[in-house]
C-alpha cells in the first residue's frame, strides 16, 4: 500500500482508481502482474511521493507482493526498516546515483547473497529529495551503495527529469531485476511501466488510449499464463475475469 492522500494533479481532473491512480476509464489495474523472485525492494518514499498519482513505486508494490514500502522520516529511521537492514536473512544494498557502478555491475557474482536473499533499498522522490534523505538517513551508511549507469535516457516521460542520465524509481527496479538474472520479471514490469506512462499521457492530454499497445498483450498473456495454470491465453479466459474495483 502506498501512503499519503493522493492530490490534485494536472490532467487527473476525472475521479482516479485508488490502486494505480489513473483515471477510472484508463485503469490498468487487470493488467496487472504478479510476480515472485528471489530479491526484495524496500522503497523508503518521501512524504510527498504517496500523493502522486504520477509516483512509480506504486507500480512495484503492485505487482511484488513481498515489496516493503516506508515513509521517510526526517528525525528517525522508518519503523521496521532497521531491523530488517540488519537481519541476518537480507543481503541489502542502497540505490543512490552517487553509488558505486562496479558494485551494481558484479552484482550477480556477489558472494553477499550466498545465503542471502538480497534486498534493494530504493529512495523515492525527486533528484534533491533523495539526495537530502540519503544524506539525512545515517542508518543508511554502513550499508553498501550501488548505482547504474544507463545507456539510454529514462522512459518516465510522466515527469520532467531535472538531470540526464536518472531514472524513475521503477526504472531502477527493472534494471535491478535483470541485472539479477531475472529476466522475464524486468521484461513484465517494463511492459507495465509503458502502460503505466501511456495511459497517464492519454489522461494528461485529453485523449484515448491507443488499443493496439503491444505491452498491453504481453500483460494479458502473462496473467493469463499464471492464472490458468500455464494453459495458453485465450479471449474467453480474459473475458472471464472479474473487472477491477473501480469499474465494477
Known amino acids: 500500500m502506498i501512503p499519503g492522500k493522493p492530490r490534485a494533479s494536472r490532467g487527473y481532473k476525472s475521479a482516479r482508481c485508488a490502486a494505480c491512480q489513473l483515471p477510472t476509464a484508463r485503469c490498468i489495474c487487470h493488467l496487472t502482474p504478479t510476480m515472485h523472485t528471489s530479491i526484495r525492494f524496500w ?7 504517496g500523493r502522486k498519482p504520477t509516483n ?3 507500480l512495484i508494490a503492485a505487482t511484488m507482493p ?5 515513509v521517510w522520516q526526517h528525525t528517525a529511521p522508518p519503523p521496521g526498516l532497521l531491523d530488517m537492514l540488519g537481519s541476518p536473512c537480507f543481503a541489502p544494498y542502497v540505490a543512490f546515483p552517487h553509488g558505486d557502478v562496479a558494485r551494481f555491475e558484479r552484482l550477480p557474482e556477489d558472494p553477499w547473497h550466498a545465503e542471502k536473499v538480497p534486498a534493494f533499498v530504493l529512495l523515492d522522490g525527486t533528484w534533491s ?3 537530502k534523505m540519503f ?3 545515517t542508518y543508511l551508511r554502513g550499508v553498501p551503495c550501488l548505482t547504474l549507469s544507463p545507456t539510454t535516457p529514462s ?3 510522466l515527469r520532467q527529469q531535472g538531470r540526464t542520465g536518472y531514472l524513475s524509481t521503477v526504472e531502477v527496479a527493472i534494471a535491478l531485476l535483470a541485472q539479477m538474472g531475472h529476466g522475464e520479471a524486468s521484461h513484465i514490469l517494463g511492459a507495465y511501466f509503458r502502460v503505466f506512462t501511456a495511459s497517464g ?6 485523449r484515448p488510449l491507443p488499443d493496439q499497445l503491444p505491452e498491453m498483450q504481453q500483460l494479458l498473456e502473462y496473467r493469463c499464463r499464471h492464472a490458468h ?3 495458453a491465453c485465450s479471449e474467453k479466459n480474459v473475458a472471464s475475469w472479474p473487472a477491477p474495483d473501480c469499474l465494477s
Do not use: K
Request: hydrophobic letters at 35%; charged letters at 20%; aromatic letters at 6%.
Open 43 to 49: 522503497i523508503v518514499m518521501h512524504p510527498d511521493e
Open 56 to 58: 512509480t513505486a506504486r
Open 66 to 70: 513481498h515489496t516493503q514500502v516506508f
Open 129 to 131: 529529495q533523495t539526495r
Open 135 to 137: 544524506v539525512r538517513s
Open 155 to 157: 522512459a518516465y516521460t
Open 201 to 206: 499521457l492519454a489522461a494528461r492530454q485529453g
Open 229 to 231: 495454470g500455464g494453459e
